[in-house]
Each structure stands twice: as C-alpha cells, then as structure tokens.
C-alpha cells in the first residue's frame, strides 16, 4: 500500500533529435519543475548541426554519447531547479524514432554497476560500436528493397509490419551495419532503439523495446507482436534475436531505478521505471485524441498522428502498435519540418521568427499564386532527394521570388502537403474534426493560421505543454504506476483550446493548390 499522504511526482524526458527536455509533474499532472539540454549549443564539443552529424551519401548519425551526456547535464539542471527526486514515484520517456543504438560486448554489465560518483558519460565512454543512425538517414535503399523482396513484396512488408521498407526503418539500418560493417555487428551485445537506450540508462540493464516504437522498425509483426522471422533473416544473422531482446507493450514497469539515481540524486530505491517509447507515440498518449482529431507534431520533423481501431495496411506512412488503449496509430513523417523552416527564415530575415511573420503578413492567403516545395534534406513522404521548386500563378519555375513570396511558398507548401498525403493514407479532415498541435513550432499562431486554412479544420493546441511527447511521457509513467500500484491519481485529462480557424473562403483557396501540388510533385524526380 503506497502512504496516502507522500507528495508523489512523476518525471519525463525526451530524448528528441535537437534537444533533451525532462518533466516533472505532481498528482494532478500540472507542471512543477522542467529542464532542456539543447545538443549544438550546450555540447558543442560534438559537433551536431541540429542534433545530427551528416554524411555525403545520405547517412546521417548522432554520437551515441553525446545524449549520455546530455542526461547528465540534464539531471545536474533539475536539481538546480529544485527537484525533490525522493518524491519521484515513477519515470518514462520518449525519443527520436527509429535510430539504433550498437552496445559493446560487456555494456550490460557495466549499467549494472555504476558508481553514483561519476558522471553516467565516463563510465559508459568505451560502451557504443558506432554513432547512431537516426532518422533522417537515408542511405539504405538498397537495403529496403532487400528486405521487401525477402519478405514477399512491399505490400506484403506493409501488412505484417504495418509499413513498407523506408530507409530510416531500423530493419534497414541493421541490414546495412551487418553488410558494410560486419565487426560492428559482431561486438554488439545488443541493439537497442533511442527509447530503449534512454530507458536503459535509468534501469541499470539493456531495457526492452516497446511495441509501438518497435514497429518503427520493418521487423516487428503488428498483428502477433512478435519479431517477424523472415525480416529478421534479411537483416541480420541468426544471432539478431538475441541483440533485439524480446519487445513489451508500452505500459510495462520495466524495473526499478538503477541504485546509481539513489546514491547520487536521492531517488527512492523504488521508483519505478516504465518503458520508454517513440515521440509520437508518447505525443499521441499526451495528446488524448479523441474520435476525429488527428495531431500535428511540429518538431524537427513535422508528423500527423491518429488512433485507430484496426490496422489497414497503408499505401504510404505507417500502422503501429498503440501506445495506450487504441490498438494501433497512423504515423506519418515529413522530414522537411521545423529545421527547413529555420533555415528559410535565417535566409530571408534572420534568426527572428516575428520578422519572419511579419513577412507572412505581407501577404495574401493564396500567396498571388506563388507557391513551392523546399526539401533541405531528402523527403520521406514522398520520398525525394534534396531540392527546391518554386513556381508563379501560371506555373512558371521562378528563382528568386521577394522574401514574403518565399515565406508563404513556403509554408502553404508544406501544410498543402500534409494535407494531401494524409488523405491519401485516408485521414478524414473537414471542418467536423479538429487539429490538435504540439512540438516546438506549435507556438507561432500565424502558423498554425496557414495549417487551420489549409485543412479547413480548427486547430488547437494543449494548454498544460507545448510538447506532448514530454508531457505524454510523465503522464505515461503516472498511469502505469497507478495501475501497478492500486493507487487513484487525481490528475484531470489535459485539455486543449482553440488557437487557429479556417477562414470561410478557405476550402476555395486551398482546393486548388492540393491539385497543383499533386502535379508538382509527379516532376520531382
Ligand atoms: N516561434 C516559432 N515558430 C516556428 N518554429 C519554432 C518557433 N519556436 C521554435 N520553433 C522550432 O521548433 C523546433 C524545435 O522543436 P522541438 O519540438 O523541440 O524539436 P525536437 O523535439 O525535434 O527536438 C526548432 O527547430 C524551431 O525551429
Ligand atoms: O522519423 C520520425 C517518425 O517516423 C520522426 O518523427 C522522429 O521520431 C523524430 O522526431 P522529432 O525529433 O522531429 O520530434
């Protein structure tokens, strides 16, 4: 029986491509004390550019070490803002999908026996194989075809594993480690997703995959929930089981915390530590999407996100495993998100995202007729290499149209987009759902004006974070202590408001440009 009258608080991270951000919430779920570790700026001795390290060929990895670190850092600035960690019932997290993490023979062993006098980065040091690929890499296309040819075909891939192969899927990226680098694939103990790493980090053994992030992967049977043989043979050797490790849901106490938190923070010995899961399946736990809401992640990446009650197999974008009580979630990924945006104000304005609005101002809905595509960096959906494409009222490539042009080009490119991509998944947007946001550009209303006209639907936004993988993290490990524990939590379902709707003449507008975007992308090579 858990003492009514302790103060207990909950604790979350993310663990997202740009940044660490922790959580810590009280019974109610309201916020009492956050920190952030932005990855280029406070540990500049990694050299990421935006979380990342790029390669000529399209790989893109993170040092593995690098987010060690960042914890580190992280876990020094909540005790700086006041965090009574012995009030800490239980934690989970969220990360960046997808990437692996390649733990040397013997890492176990070493999270089993750190010492609470050091920083977790010099002890785990010498504990990863190679960088992480993460997400935005897009080397392994050779592999995906592989591994659909060995499974029967993409669509046969897509209906067990509920996507076909895409190269950031991690069944791809094990693929291409075990065939350019045999040795690393050799000495690793285990594979581990970011999530599970993270997890790992706190439990003091290599954690579990959960299912939902697990089916980021092109090797996981949705439908069964266990490992799919036949990708598992076209990615690996017959050891590969072993370094995966058996996946659990998402709602299971995988431990208590590593006695490393207690001796150097003053965590309770039995705090307990809940598996830890993909962003967007912690932002769609965060979120609470209710029947006809769809959410709009607007981090590095831009993603929509929506529950569902059975797993059709989609023609693009993809089916997981659920992250709560819905058996399944359509994920789809725009890698051309936030970052892109940043790189097009620095451009047209510099770093100001109110000069960069006021641009917008400048303009009309339906910007003259000017509108445009802009990948930075190789597009998932539809899948594309880098490149920009700009054209006026009567289709006209143009090149350099004025900074305000550009800036709707833009954005009503990139929500145009969302919008056509997710009707083809089949998504039903109209005026009768609702657009729920969160990630970091979920602040910029003029933004959110551009996505509400667009899928002429409301948007709102959620009123206790601005980030619901985060908060979707903390509240993630609230619920499942209070199922394990018998123990009623008397936290309210987060609530949202409305920040953005569409304009009457919306649908008229924005009608147009999804056919001419249509258009634009079959030319895109
Ligand atoms: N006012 C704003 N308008 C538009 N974008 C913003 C604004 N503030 C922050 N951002 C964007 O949010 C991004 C970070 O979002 P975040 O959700 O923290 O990313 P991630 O979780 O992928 O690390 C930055 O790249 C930045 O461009
Ligand atoms: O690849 C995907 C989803 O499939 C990305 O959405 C990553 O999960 C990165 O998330 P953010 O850091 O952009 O939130």
Redesign the pocket.
Known sequence: MIEETRKKTFLGFDF???RLKAVVIDEEYAVQQEADVEFDVDLPEFRTAGGVVRGERGEVTAPTLLWVKALDMVMDRLVVAGVDFSTIEALSGAA???GSVWWLKGSGAKLASLSGDQFLHTQLATCFVADSPV?MDSSTTADCQALEEAVGGPEELAKITGSRAYE?FTGAQIRKMFRTRPRVYQNSERISLVSSFACSLFVGKIAPIDLSDGS?MNLLNIHTKKWHEQALQACGDETLLSKLGDPVPSATVVGTISPYYVQRYGFRSDCKVVAFT???CSALAGLRLRSGWVGL?L???D?LLLGLESAAAPPAG?ILVGPTSAPYMA?L?FSN?SLTRQNHRDRLVGPSWEAFNDLLQATVRGNMGYMGIYYDTAEIVPRAAAGRWLEDARGRPVDKPAPQFEARALLEGQAVARRAHAEDMGFVLDRSSRVVAT?GASVNTALLQIFADVFNTPVYVQDQHANA?LLGAAIRAAEVWSAETGTKLTGSEPTVSPVASPYPDAERIYKPMLERYRKMIENIP
Request: one cysteine or more; a neutral charge.
């Open positions: 997202s491509t740009q960046q999908q997808h997400w950031r980021g993909g962003d967007n992640s981090g590095t990446s993603t993809h994920l990924c998100g990630g993988a």
